[in-house]
Every structure is written in C-alpha cells, then in structure tokens.
C-alpha cells in the first residue's frame, strides 16, 4: 500500500510538472498569477513588461518602425510613450496616426501641441483630433483652476475645437490600423502574452473629456436652435439641430447615454419643426429615430445594470483559472513541505531510508493529486482564450477579443473579491488576516515552547 502511494504520489507529480512543457499551460499558469500583483503591489503600470522589453530594445535596434508604435502604445510611462512614437513617425510618416492613439491614452503632455496640427493634415475629416486639443485645453484650465460652469465662459479655442469636431464628416479613432498593426508585430516579435491583443479599451479610444464636452456642446447648439426657433428662423434652427443628429449619429456607440440624451431631444425637436412646416413623413421619421434611440439606451442601461456588459461565461473563466492556479500552488507547497519532512525525519537524502509517516503520505497524496486536478482545470479553463489569441495573431480573426479582454480583464481581481468589496479593501483584509494568523501561530509556538522547558523543570 505505501509503494503503491508513492508511486501514485510520483506520478501524479511527474505528469504536473510535464503540463509546463506545453507553451499555452504556460501562458495560463502565468496568467493566473496576475491576482498576485495587485495583493504584493507589484504591478507598475509605467513599466513594460520583460517580453515588451526584449521587443522595445530589438526594435530600435532595428529601426523597426511599426515594432515602436506597437510598444508606444503600450508604455505607461508619458515621456517614453511620445519618445518612442515620435521615432516611430519619424522612420514611418504614415504612422502618424499613433499620435491620436498615445494622445487619448495620456490626455496632456506638451507634444499635444504639435501632433494635433500634424494630425489633422493627415487626416482633415476626422473629428477626434478636435477633441483631443479640446481635452488639452480643459485639463489646462483645470491645472489653473479656472473651472468654467458655462459653454459661453470656455475659452475660444475650446468653441472652435468643438466647432470642428462637430463639423467633420467621421470620427476613427484608428483601432482598426492599430489592431492589424498589432497583429504583424505579434507575428514577427513571436509575442506570447495574451495581454497584448487586449489594448481596445471600453471608452471606444476617446479622450475621456470628449463624451462631457460634446454633452456640453451639444447642449449649446440646442439653446442656440430653440432661440433661432422662438425668432421664427426654423431654417437656421434645424441646422444647429441637424448638426446635433449628425454627431450623436457618428459617435454611435461611443456616444453612450449623454449623447444620446441630447440625439432624443434634437430628434423631437426636428420632428416638430418638420410637422410645423407640414412634412408629416419627415416628422414620423424623426420620431421613430427618437424611439430607437430611447429604446437603445434602455437596453444597455439593462445592460449595464446585469454587470456592466461582463460576460459570465469569461468570468467564470477567469474564476476558475485563478482558483486552479492557487490550487497549483497550495498543493506544490504541500507536496515540498511533506518532503522536507521526511527527509528531516530520517536524515538522509537515501530513498530506501526515508520512511514516511501515514499523515505524510495521506498528505503527500493530496497535494499530488490536487496538483494533477488543478493543473487539468487551469488547462481546459485557459485553452479557448489562448486559441482567440492564436486566431487573431494568425488570420487576423476579431471575433473573440472582446470575450478575450473580459477574461483577462477578471484574472486581474484577486480571488475573493466581489462586487462589495473593492481590490484595495480585499488587500487590507487579506493582509490584516496573514499578520493575525502569524501572530497566531507565534503565539502557539511560543507556548509550546515553556511548555517543553516547563517539564524538565518539573522533573527536577
């Protein structure tokens, strides 16, 4: 019965360790640690990661143009960031769209003044140039603190920023370019890290500042259209309403509910302009817009109240390959600890002297087993996401990152937080609970201790 245990427990551990031979085993293992950084504080956000690293360097060495802009966006540092893209430009002009991408990321630094004329000579139709100088001068105002509370108070190059936008035919904000750039230097570089063709955040790649400033404006332009409209000029009205329509129709999506509130009212408001001047089809034309944009927010209010657009199967994902991961861990710690046991107990490194207890096997068995189990787990939870990330570097195939980014997104919240707990009080508590069990077990050694010394005393 004990050879058969220890060559059940040698397997078992045997077959563990092979699992680390497979590459996706070994993005999965690495993606559930990301949990650890947030508890031990060690993720810094403004440096690359080692394999971004390898490619930063290769890349300058290179002269790798797209290789740079690939890691420019990704750089949490601001100055390395526009560094490397400005390098990138320089050895790539029509990479020039890269400024837009690392301007929405970090919103102010002093080169925003001359990519956004550069940006819209290169692209003049486009709309999101306009709202990064308009975010650039917000923060400045707000560096000052000279808060305006009225469009009428905002400086005039705030107007004439969001006049522009607000004129121009489309809004890109280049994830299309960047996600097939994305793609030929995962190829190239032979990037394994999951994490890098997650990068197209929620907020559309808009500068945060461009969903209240266009409220704001939008705002505006409806004042100015009722005023035109109480004057009796409808035909100057509805071209400040139309111009509402239009850019709440170009945002799309990326409007959200602010805009849309806007597209509701301006909608109304052209229907009943239209039914005033008797185009009774154009004022059921407008009126069904506003309906479908009202039912619109309604379901992704819904939407939003059932998690946030969270997918529960990628949730559940992430669950399961954190839980597996610190399985993998619990029972590796189990199955050394259960060896230096015995091999403290006996003494010797010899196999035909170590002699191992029914507790040490039982639990040696345990750990072995829970290894294999977990190790199973992790590989069948992880697998589906590791294929997305192989179909996207490989043929380009979109349709899974979303699902890709909503996993990886949850195997960044340690295990153990809810939607009541926030990251930073599930790392108080966790440590407040490692100091008191330490204290705990001092406490008990220390007892044990008189408690020795206390008997040969008595003895005496």
Known sequence: MRKTTLATIATCTLVSLLFFLAPVFRQAFSVSLMQWHAIFGTEDHRRLSPELEAVARKAEQTQDAEALAFVAVRHGNPSESTRLAEE?????????????????????????????????????????????????????????????HRVEEKPAAWKDAMAAAFQSSKLDNYFGRLKELDRRVLIRYQVVDPFQASTYDEWYGLPSYALGDSFCYAESLLESGQTLEARGDRKGAFEKYW??????????????????????????????????????VEAAFYTSLADQVHQAEERELAFARSGYGRSEVSHWNAFLVKASGLAMLVSGALLLACTFAVMVRGRSLRLSSLRPSRLTLALGFCGAVGSLLSGFMLYASFRPYAEIFQRFTRKGDEAGLTELSAFLGGTHVPLGVWG???????????????????????????????QHRARPNATI
Not at 111 to 117: A, G, L, Q, S, Y
Request: charged share 20%.
């Open 243 to 280: 111009a509402v329509a239009r850019f709440g129709q170009m945002m799309g999506p990326a409007g959200r509910f602010s805009v849309r509130r806007n597209l509701i009212e301006v909608y109304k408001r052209l229907g009943a302009l239209s039914e005033k001047e008797g185009n009774n």
């Open 420 to 450: 009541f707990l926030s990251v930073r009080e599930f790392v108080f508590y966790f440590w407040f609970g490692v100091t008191l069990l330490c204290l705990v077990v001092l406490l008990l050694v220390t007892m044990r201790y008189f």
């Open 88 to 148: 990138a430009v320089h050895l790539d002009p029509n990479l020039i769209w890269v400024y837009a991408v690392v301007a929405v990321k970090f919103s102010s630094f002093p080169e925003i003044d001359r990519w956004v004329p550069a940006l819209e000579s290169f692209d003049p139709q486009n709309a999101l140039p306009h709202l990064i100088a308009a975010e650039k001068i917000d923060i400045d105002l707000v560096d000052r603190r000279q808060v305006p």
